[in-house]
């Protein structure tokens, strides 16, 4: 038999312990040692309670013999065991000296009885240990112990939605085989540590729904062979990337929700692999103009909502013939939208609310239909539709429609005017504020005066 390798889950028990022939040949083959046996029971005991006695485990499919490689505690399947309410880490746990990977799901959920990881010991997992999971532990909290940087095999770092605090040790910076390592959904605070810039073969950072702060280390620019970053909803600010930023294969760039500001920059526009560009609500500004959108072929999602663009809303968009959800909403942009947009081939979402455009808009009737609420142009005072063109259930929400005088703003559009009837109306729409209020100020609008009633069930039902 060229390999005797095997994995089997004990899904009897569920609490998802793996086997793996660990040997390279048959003869190296070692039975599992009775300590480590004594040491695995003891561990487990641990997290799901003393009355656990392994039976279980047989007929063990492992033969009894094999070494436990893989341990993940918790629900992972519908029948698996929960932890104990006393849930502990005993140091048993760390004689599993052939572990690689290590999980816990939902299993430290007791907020009334929080735990911590283990500050020392896990320099003894050193030589074994490729993937630590710790996700959805309520109940977890405290500091992640700077021993994690003694696992240099560690490939894998994931803790996610757990109660986890203090600040992110530097010494995860030595962690240099990481391709995945993802703190997300937890309260860590101060800066990220400028040794994160040594983790070269990182493929996912995700560092969102933190509290972090500071600038971003200039060493993350050049963490070439990331695919996806996310820094989203934590209290960074600074420029974004420095002019050495090299992160080519980039596909996943969200950084909402922070206060990066500076503007958006070359080093962005260089990402040629972005499919998914999210910069939303951050005080970024700039002159969305300048920016050649030409080199961002591959997006499909670019979020500018609320990052204090200026300017007017390039045409050269309508190049990125990928893209699906267009957000600019939010911003300072004046000019007309251009109709180009519309010939997006695969957009299903293109948000232009709270700007200051003017003019006329200028796309089909057969756009607004297709797009319907995910059409969004309303706060834009200064823009209307053209009421003649289109059947009222077709225009777009919270638009009003264009008066007699506001084709004068625009020579060229060549749209047609509706009657002078509709326009008192309209202006009357458009006075109240109607679009930010929503079905509210429907409501408000048709007391006021029921003689318009069926004129805005038309347009807005
Ligand atoms: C182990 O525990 C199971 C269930 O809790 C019980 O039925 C069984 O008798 C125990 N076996 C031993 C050897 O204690
Ligand atoms: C981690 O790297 C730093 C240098 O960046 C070094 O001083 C420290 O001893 C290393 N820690 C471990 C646990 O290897
Ligand atoms: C980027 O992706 C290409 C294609 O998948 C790959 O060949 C290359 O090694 C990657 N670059 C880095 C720096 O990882
Ligand atoms: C909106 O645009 C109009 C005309 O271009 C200009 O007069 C006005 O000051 C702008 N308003 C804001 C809030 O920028
Ligand atoms: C607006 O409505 C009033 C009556 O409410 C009417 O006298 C006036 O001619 C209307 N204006 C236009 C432009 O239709």
């Known amino acids: 038999m060229r390999s005797n390798r095997f994995t089997l889950a004990v899904c009897i028990l569920c609490l998802g312990i793996w086997c793996c022939g660990q040997a390279y040949n048959t003869e190296e083959a070692a039975p599992m040692e009775k300590a480590e046996q004594a040491a695995l029971y003891s561990a487990i005991q641990g997290f799901v309670g003393n009355w656990w006695n392994g039976s279980d485990l047989y007929p063990d499919p492992c033969g009894g013999l094999w070494y436990i490689t893989a341990l993940s505690i918790g629900p992972f399947y519908e029948n698996s065991l929960a932890c104990a309410t006393n849930v502990e880490f005993r140091p048993q746990l760390f004689q599993l000296k052939h572990l690689k990977s290590l999980s816990f799901f939902n299993c430290f959920i007791s907020l009334r009885h929080p735990i911590t990881i283990p500050g020392d010991k896990w320099e003894k997992l050193a030589g074994s240990l490729q993937s630590i999971e710790f996700r959805s532990n309520p109940g977890l909290i405290g500091q992640v112990p700077t021993s994690f940087g003694y696992l240099k095999k560690l490939q894998s770092l994931v803790l996610l939605e757990n109660g986890l605090t203090g600040q992110v040790p530097t010494n995860i910076g030595n962690l240099t085989n990481l391709n995945r390592l993802v703190l997300a959904g937890n309260r860590f605070t101060g800066r990220i540590p400028d040794s994160f810039g040594r983790l070269k073969k990182l493929l996912i950072l995700d560092l969102s729904r933190n509290s972090l702060s500071g600038h971003l280390p200039l060493g993350l ?89 200026k300017g007017e809303i390039p045409e050269s968009l309508s190049g990125l013939k990928r893209l699906r959800y267009l957000g600019l909403g939010n911003n300072n942009l004046a000019g007309n939208p251009p109709p180009k947009l519309a010939s997006l081939p695969n957009l299903n979402a293109l948000y232009l609310n709270g700007n200051n455009l003017t003019g006329v808009l200028k796309f089909s009737e057969i756009f607004y239909g297709k797009m319907g609420k995910r059409f969004g142009a309303w706060n834009n005072p200064e823009l209307c539709y053209p009421i003649g063109s289109m059947t009222r259930r077709n225009a777009p929400y919270g638009v009003k429609p264009c008066q007699r005088g506001v084709t004068l703003l ?22 109240l504020g109607f679009s930010s209020n929503g079905i509210h100020g429907l409501r408000q609008l048709i007391l006021v005066d029921t003689s318009i009633t069926v004129l805005l069930l038309n347009l807005f039902l």
Not at 278 to 301: A, F
Not at 413 to 423: I, Q, R, T, V
Request: proline share 3%; with cysteine; net charge neutral.
């Open 221 to 309: 620019g050049g963490l070439a062979s990331l695919l996806k970053f996310d820094l989203s909803n934590n209290q960074l600010k600074g420029k974004l990337f420095a002019r050495n930023a090299y992160l080519k294969n980039l596909t996943l760039l969200d950084v909402r929700n922070n206060k990066f500001s500076g503007g958006l920059n070359q080093p962005i526009l260089d990402m040629h692999s972005l499919e998914e560009l999210m910069l939303s609500c951050n005080p970024l500004g700039g002159d969305i103009m300048r920016l050649d959108w030409q080199s961002l072929q591959s997006l499909v999602v670019l979020d500018l909502s609320n990052v204090g663009l």
């Open 410 to 431: 625009d020579p060229n559009s060549g749209a047609k005017l509706g009657d002078g009837n509709l326009n008192n109306n309209s202006h009357f729409v458009a006075s």
